[in-house]
T-cell receptor, first 117, second 110 residues
Framework: GAVVSQHPSWVICKSGTSVKIECRSL??????MFWYRQFPKQSLMLMAT?????????EQGVEKDKFLINHASLTLSTLTVTSAHPEDSSFYIC?????????????FGPGTRLTVT | SQQGEEDPQALSIQEGENATMNCSYK?????LQWYRQNSGRGLVHLIL???NEREKHSGRLRVTLDTSKKSSSLLITASRAADTASYFC??????????WGAGTKLIIKP
């Protein structure tokens, strides 16, 4: 149980276009989802925290107008990278917590590799 | 945001040897978690230790936590080639966010 999927697994897009990444909790309801980005050989950096039905809370330095997060249902959150540029190329990972049982458990998606050319 | 340091940054050992990685953090925590990440892949949760625990075992993994020193260690015994990966610690607080260490790259030589 507690499986999180991401779609797509990888995407290559042209500079200036927008890309949407989906994060789904497959067998549980996720009250909170987290979005991270990871540059090569570096650790995860939290971008934003999203709770179902409310606006996402962005970490300092993350542009909310560039990285649009929608958590419209308890099983789906989306991250849209708008007007992508090569510096947005990164590995994007989402995680989800159930809000029940162990409050400390987060379940991670497999990640989406974005390359902007 | 990153919580603290992990050391070493990279470690290469022979198969069969034990590998020890350390993690230090700065703020008070509810728990500390260790994750493994194979190159270019997602994260695998290894073990969670709560702030009131001092040691935890899971298979070949042993994690210790010293809250007075704000540090934790991950020991992998009898390492295997398949253990080659990056290992991250992450601390959990009251707001459910995880704060990550920089990671240790472990290479097991066959």
């Amino acid at each position: 149980g507690a499986v999180v999927s991401q779609h797509p697994s990888w995407v290559i897009c042209k500079s200036g276009t927008s890309v949407k990444i989906e994060c789904r909790s497959l067998d549980f309801q996720a009250t909170t989802m987290f979005w991270y980005r990871q540059f090569p050989k570096q650790s995860l950096m939290l971008m934003a925290t999203s709770n179902e039905g409310s606006k996402a809370t962005y970490e300092q330095g993350v542009e909310k107008d560039k990285f649009l997060i929608n958590h419209a249902s308890l099983t789906l959150s989306t991250l849209t990278v708008t007007s992508a540029h090569p510096e947005d190329s990164s590995f994007y990972i989402c995680s989800a917590r159930t809000g029940t049982g162990s409050l400390d458990e987060q379940y991670f998606g497999p990640g989406t590799r974005l390359t902007v050319t | 945001s990153q919580q603290g340091e992990e050391d070493p940054q990279a470690l290469s050992i022979q198969e069969g040897e034990n590998a020890t990685m350390n993690c230090s953090y700065k703020t008070s925590i509810n728990n500390l978690q260790w994750y493994r990440q194979n190159s270019g892949r997602g994260l695998v949760h290894l073990i969670l230790i709560r702030s009131n625990e001092r040691e935890k075992h899971s298979g070949r993994l042993r994690v210790t936590l010293d809250t007075s020193k704000k540090s934790s260690s991950l020991l992998i015994t009898a390492s295997r080639a398949a253990d080659t990966a990056s290992y991250f610690c992450a601390t959990g607080g009251s707001n459910y966010q995880l704060i990550w260490g920089a990671g240790t790259k472990l290479i097991i030589k066959p």
